[in-house]
């Protein structure tokens, strides 16, 4: 079974900190994203990954750095958090094929962060 | 850039009523389409999905065709039981896209069903 784990489900940190948010994939799979998620505003695509130490930028990548120094690993940082950061974080992978099976996004749980 | 509009939630509904969730969208090319779904305190899930016009995806008893001439692909089930609770999300990729990897969501519908 496909299986894409991210490190916490629930995270409280202070303004100004520094905050990592892992997510490991199981399969093997190129690609892998950061998308936040907030009421009303569906997901929104923060930074992905379509090979180790290769990054694009998404739509939202204001305040957010990634790495990936491991196929299986991509992490999401949070140079100095702020309260606008408070959010849902869902990380996803896909297998680099050809045709539809490139386009099937497997999730983790998320983690919930809230920045005080 | 592309885009996808769903109908607002949240939808309430008694058990065995019929489903209908809207969707339409906006893109470039020939986008494949996507219903993804998240029950309470768990990550998305593809659900169903349509690669071509007239295409109908199917799963769990939920239906989608993807209607290019109303930029249109609604969700919709027969009979929903209180388990189809759970936030819904059209979404699309577009083969169009120089990164073509990336999927565009909608906003969410949340799903109730009372017994």
């Known amino acids: 079974d496909v299986k894409v784990t991210q490190s916490s489900r629930y995270l409280v940190k202070r303004t100004g900190e520094k905050v990592f948010l892992e997510c490991v994939q199981d399969?093997?799979?190129?690609?892998m994203f950061w998308y936040r998620q907030d009421p009303g505003l569906g997901l929104r695509l923060i930074y992905f990954?379509?090979?180790?130490?290769?990054?694009e930028k998404g739509d939202i990548p204001e305040g957010y750095s990634v790495s990936r120094e491991k196929k299986e690993r991509f992490s999401l940082i949070l140079e100095s958090a702020s309260t606008n950061q408070t959010s849902m974080y869902l990380c996803?992978?896909?297998?680099?094929?050809?045709?539809?099976?490139?386009?099937?996004?497997?999730f983790g749980a998320g983690t919930r962060l809230s920045v005080l | 850039g592309d885009s996808v509009t769903q109908m607002e939630g949240p939808v309430t509904l008694s058990e065995e009523a019929f489903l209908t969730i809207n969707c339409t969208y906006t893109?470039?090319?020939?986008?494949?389409l996507f219903w993804y779904v998240q029950y309470p305190g768990e990550g998305l899930q593809l659900l169903l999905k349509a690669t071509k016009a007239d295409d109908k995806g199917s799963n769990k008893g939920f239906e989608a065709t993807y209607r290019k001439e109303t930029t249109s692909f609604h969700l919709e089930k027969g009979s929903v039981q209180v388990s189809d609770s759970a936030v819904y999300f059209c979404a699309l990729s577009s083969t169009s896209s120089g990164s073509a990897r990336q999927l565009t969501f909608g906003s969410g519908t949340q799903l109730t069903v009372l017994p």
């Open positions: 893109a470039t090319g020939y986008p494949s």
């Open positions: 990954s379509y090979d180790v130490k290769m990054k």
């Open positions: 996803a992978s896909t297998p680099s094929t050809i045709g539809i099976a490139k386009n099937i996004q497997y």
């Open positions: 399969m093997d799979h190129e690609n």
